[in-house]
């Protein structure tokens, strides 16, 4: 199932207004449209258009960014249960699969917690050059992306969150990252429109002519998130 997501692909067009308007520092978004391009050569696209609005331009992350805050994921110590600090603590302190049979509130080994909490193959580095081999414990970093899209399906009986973790692949998710709105890092209003591709061979197969909608929220680079916005309910037949 892992070949029905490619690549999710973002394009951004902001603009900072000369007469400096008053917004929160708190981004806003409200929703614009959403459109759904049926490729007969090429994976689909589903494109959502937000529009945003944001006090200090503090928004955006470049892909180079994934040392803390905004690492994917966080390990921890089986000795303190605090995140886990690779450059002055060692591999035996590390939180893995094997502390399952000492540590009660450790999630098993199967079903739907393997998939979120435990890293079989991780890239993990020690101070020494060492690489981990081991499965280790870990948690999702919500700062590690920008834009968060939930999927809801309706199936005669309302709406429901469609997880794509869960129903496709482990790997398999469309939050993601759209860039930095201000390359000099000063701070301004911004205002404009987030252009989200959302790119699989899937969405026709898995989704047929269910009636749909997406929640949306972005997240600026000191943590905080905007207001949360759906689409209007809709079939990808009709919005093409």
Not at 65 to 88: D, L, R, V, W
Not at 106 to 125: M, R
Not at 134 to 152: A, C, E, H, P, S
Request: net charge negative.
């Amino acid at each position: 199932m892992r070949n029905f997501v490619l690549f999710i692909g973002i394009a951004l067009i902001a603009s900072s207004c000369f007469d400096a308007p008053q917004f929160p520092d708190t981004p806003k978004i409200t929703f614009k449209n959403i459109i759904f391009k049926d490729l007969a050569s090429s994976p689909d696209s589903l494109i959502l258009f937000v529009d945003f609005e944001d006090g200090d331009g503090d928004l955006g992350l470049d892909p180079s960014e994934i040392a803390e805050p905004y690492n994917q994921k966080h390990y921890y110590s089986n000795k303190t249960g605090e995140k886990f600090n690779f450059n002055t603590e060692t591999s035996e302190d590390l939180m893995v699969l094997a502390n399952l049979s000492e540590i009660d509130s450790l999630p098993p080994f199967s079903g739907d917690a393997k998939c979120f909490h435990w890293d079989t193959n991780p890239e993990l580095f020690f101070e020494d050059g060492t690489q981990l081999t081991d499965t280790v414990y870990f948690q999702f970093n919500k700062r590690f992306n920008n834009i968060y899209v939930t999927y809801l399906v309706d199936r005669g009986s309302g709406f429901q969150v469609f997880d794509w973790r869960k129903e496709v692949d482990c790997s398999t998710n469309y939050d993601g990252r759209f860039p930095l709105l201000n390359q000099d890092g000063k701070t301004r209003a911004l205002e404009g429109t987030i252009k989200y591709g959302m790119v699989s061979v899937g969405f026709k197969s898995l989704f047929k002519d269910d009636r749909m909608k997406l929640r949306i929220t972005i997240l600026d680079r000191s943590g905080n998130y905007s207001n949360t916005v759906e689409t209007p309910p809709f079939r990808l037949s009709e919005i093409d």
